[in-house]
């Protein structure tokens, strides 16, 4: 409710609805993208006990964190192969585009900042400054959890969505080298590696349905085994 609250918010300035609706025509998977990032990038703002102000500069600049997509040629964009060196260095423009844009708006540059840091990464390698640790912006450090997370979960253009428990283990293994490990741990809690209903197979080979989340184990969900008839239990390993 909190999140939906703060959405409502953001939807009544008007140059940050104006920069959504620019943000649209790149395609859609960048629009639905930036707004999942949004959302992510409040629920783990709300855990860290940001204050409300605070929040709404966070899912200001989450959500046009990719503005400066607009200004990156379509042919690349929407290229469905992996990009060459000369275009890759052509799309990490985008965040001093973004930035660039929203400067030029009346969105506060605490929110803008986060278009221009969301690739930083922790240990320094991310770009476009080479910032690490907590010389990278708050905002930008959550949104850049967000923004890995949420691209991961879905298909792209060039690359298929990983499975959730693949998309976890890829989070946390990166830990404080690409991420604040405050931050992402903060987040992994709200992953559900194995979906309630998903289709799993055991070690021993056996077939079975995820049920229950198991919050103190997540990577061990309660499961229906599915047995045949002239099967025992005891020969199940987990």
């Known amino acids: 409710q909190?999140?939906?609250?703060?959405?409502e918010q953001l939807l009544e300035k008007k140059d940050f609805v104006f920069a959504l609706s620019q943000l649209r025509s790149v395609d859609d998977y960048t629009y639905q993208h930036s707004v999942n990032v949004g959302v992510l990038s409040l629920i783990i703002g709300i855990d860290?006990?940001?204050e409300q102000e605070q929040l709404k500069l966070l899912g200001m600049g989450a959500i046009l964190h990719d503005i400066g997509k607009i200004m990156i040629p379509e042919n690349i964009i929407k290229k469905p192969a992996k990009l060459t060196h000369e275009e890759f260095i052509e799309v990490k423009k985008h965040t001093e585009y973004g930035y660039e844009i929203l400067i030029q708006t009346d969105i506060p540059d605490e929110a803008a900042r986060i278009a221009l840091h969301h690739h930083e990464k922790f240990d320094g390698t991310g770009y476009s400054r080479g910032l690490r640790n907590t010389k990278i912006p708050l905002f930008a450090r959550i949104v850049a959890v967000a923004d890995v997370y949420d691209a991961m979960s879905n298909d792209r253009v060039?690359?298929?969505?990983s499975?959730?428990?693949?998309?976890?283990?890829?989070?946390?293994?990166?830990g404080d080298k690409h991420f604040d490990a405050k931050i992402m741990e903060t987040f992994a809690k709200h992953?559900?590696?194995?979906?309630?209903?998903?289709?799993?197979?055991?070690?021993?080979?056996?077939?079975?349905i995820v049920l229950y989340?198991?919050?103190?184990?997540?990577?061990?969900?309660?499961?229906r085994v599915f047995l045949p008839k002239d099967q025992d239990y005891k020969r199940l390993y987990f």
């Open 2 to 7: 909190i999140v939906e609250d703060m959405i």
């Open 48 to 50: 860290l006990a940001l």
């Open 158 to 161: 060039y690359q298929k969505r």
């Open 163 to 174: 499975a959730p428990d693949k998309v976890f283990r890829e989070i946390t293994h990166l």
């Open 191 to 208: 992953i559900n590696i194995y979906p309630t209903g998903t289709g799993i197979i055991l070690n021993s080979g056996h077939r079975g």
């Open 213 to 223: 989340q198991n919050k103190l184990y997540p990577e061990s969900p309660i499961v």
